[in-house]
């Protein structure tokens, strides 16, 4: 086992991996950029190592910068958390090289699944259902014309080398191609530094479903209950919950052996995630794979009680899963907001500031998985989630509720968040009755500023917690 793992990473994942290797009784290096130097990951950490540089290019996305770090501190592994460097092959490759283990897959199954035209490729092999589309990249006006025309409109344009949304523009008729296409080629080569896409048939209101998957070095693969993710802005999540309403046993055994198959076929090992759409009729296509943990795996950590960063840690130490297919299960449901800097009434757009003061929900069934703290700034260098507000329930009605009163006290003054969107999303009919899909944004929110906001009673919260004894922000809660 191992005894000092580096975790290249920020926020509320680096402090997720270190309660997890403190549980374990491993040392942890946290490195950090000038902003971060007061950071709480800094501080719950073992040691810190500053790798300087105000941006993520100049810090985070160095991989000689932390490469360094773990041979001075003499970190025997990296853990890369999740996006940064997670899901790129050639840190994983300097990292072995640099004799250090990479806690995730190899070198080749990022690169032979990280790529999503490769990824589709592999999925046909595998014979796991895929959407109609390109068989590789697409490069000129006229090959997205003649496919599109040839599998029909919608559809939508992807970028090759990364998701998250970004590099991806949907196409209702030919006339809006050529916009579309540069948009997508442009945002996917700011973003990922590779202007490849592709075109896929868009699949109209479907449910955005993804399989958890954990691989041994052994043979082992296992698939975990699927995770609801179709509550999105930007084709970016929001809310996520687990179980699903959509999906019956049998499809979810059905989209679990999928999953396996093409896992199994890549050689792939550790923790990854599976992405598909369903229709209305029941039918799945795969869609891509996240080649590392995923942002909202505490709600299939909450319904399953199994720790994935530590099932990380053992397989890339060498052990064998401890756990059978038989042992995965859901119990109960838990609900994931995803806490953003963000302004919802005005197109969600990202927010930069200071938190002046903080309130948490506590108590049983709920986590809260954030590096906030008072005086936290966020700054435009880093992605606008600063929180994520997880919420169980033995039932999905206890789950609903047991989260739209944890939103209630959940308070951040001095940035404007997505709490008042979950909680509409939330207390919505069509969150409520399971009945929605990834159109729910377009559909049910209107943006508009309600009348009944209480600026004086979030005032007065704020300044009763800056008055209050509790004035340590908690990092975790679990039962």
Not at 98 to 126: C, E, M, N, W, Y
Not at 240 to 263: D, F, H, N, Q, Y
Not at 350 to 377: K, M, Q, S, Y
């Amino acid at each position: 086992m191992f005894s000092k793992i580096l975790i290249a990473n920020r926020g509320e994942i680096a402090l997720r991996v270190i309660a997890t290797c403190k549980k374990m009784n491993i040392a942890t290096v946290a490195v950090y950029s000038v902003p971060d130097a007061h950071a709480l990951h800094v501080k719950q950490a073992d040691e810190a190592i500053a790798i300087g540089g105000f941006t993520p290019r100049e810090s985070y996305l160095v991989i000689d910068k932390i490469i360094q770090a773990a041979i001075d501190t003499g970190a025997d592994a990296i853990h890369p958390g999740y996006g940064f460097l997670s899901e790129n092959a050639v840190f994983a490759q300097a990292v072995a090289d640099a004799g250090i283990v990479f806690i995730g897959p190899s070198p080749k199954a990022i690169h032979a699944l990280g790529d999503k035209t490769a990824a589709r490729a592999l999925a046909i092999q595998s014979k796991v259902p895929i959407s109609p589309g390109s068989d590789g990249a697409v490069s000129n006006l006229d090959e997205v014309i003649t496919i599109a025309s040839s599998i029909g409109y919608p559809v939508i344009l992807k970028s090759a080398a990364g998701g998250g949304g970004k590099g991806m523009r949907m196409v209702e008729k030919e006339e809006d191609v050529l916009a579309a296409l540069h948009g997508a080629q442009s945002e996917a080569l700011h973003s990922f530094g590779d202007d490849r896409v592709f075109i896929e048939k868009f699949i109209v209101s479907p449910r955005h479903i993804e399989i958890q998957i954990l691989a041994d070095n052994h043979g082992k693969i296992l698939y975990f209950p699927e995770r609801e993710c179709s509550i999105q802005r930007r084709h970016q999540k929001v809310i996520e919950e687990s179980p699903s309403t959509a999906i019956t046993p049998e499809i979810r055994s059905k989209m679990g052996e999928a999953a396996a198959r093409l896992v199994a076929e890549s050689g792939y090992t550790n923790a990854g995630t599976l992405e598909f759409l369903l229709d209305a009729d029941g039918n799945f296509y795969f869609m891509e794979v996240n080649t590392r943990l995923q942002v909202e795996h505490p709600i299939t950590e909450m319904v399953t009680r199994i720790d994935l960063v530590e099932h990380q840690i053992n397989i890339a130490a060498g052990l064998p899963l401890s756990i059978c297919q038989e042992d995965i299960y859901p119990i109960g449901h838990a609900i994931e907001c995803r806490i953003c800097a963000e302004d919802v009434y005005n197109d969600f757009l990202p927010e930069t500031g200071i938190a002046d003061a903080i309130i948490l929900p506590e108590g049983e069934g709920i986590r809260n998985d954030t590096a906030l703290f008072e005086g936290f700034e966020v700054s435009v260098n880093y992605d606008s989630m600063i929180a994520k507000l997880i919420c169980y329930g033995s039932t999905r009605e206890e789950a609903i509720e047991k989260s739209l009163k944890a939103l209630d006290i959940y308070q951040v003054a001095g940035l404007k968040t997505t709490i008042p969107f979950c909680r509409f999303t939330i207390d919505s009919q069509a969150f409520r009755t399971g009945k929605y899909s990834t159109k729910f944004v377009e559909l049910f929110w209107t943006g508009d500023i309600p009348e009944a906001i209480h600026p004086i009673l979030f005032a007065a919260a704020a300044f009763a917690k800056h008055h209050h004894d509790k004035r340590r922000t908690p990092v975790f809660k679990r039962d």
